[in-house]
């Protein structure tokens, strides 16, 4: 699983609008919200970094968002190349 944290700025006149739209995609979380500079923190989980990438671009896409970045990215699982570290190296 993949979790990543996103700013989203868009007009203060279409926060209500925009964080009802994304609230609606998968996978998405709306965490906070500053109507008056627009300003939407979301958190977004997915599968895999391609399905990450995939649901960010469709955020950039909705009508009115100015801007959406990920500001944060967080594997929530040991990545495969960890089991091959001699356990005398490993010290996670």
Known sequence: MNVSGILVVVPPSQ???IQIRLRDLPGVEVHHVEPDTGRIVVVQEAESVDEEVAALSRIKSLKG?????????????TPPEWEAVPPELNHV
């Open 15 to 17: 926060v209500a609008d």
């Open 65 to 77: 968002v100015m801007l959406a970045e990920m500001v944060y990215h967080v594997f929530d699982e």
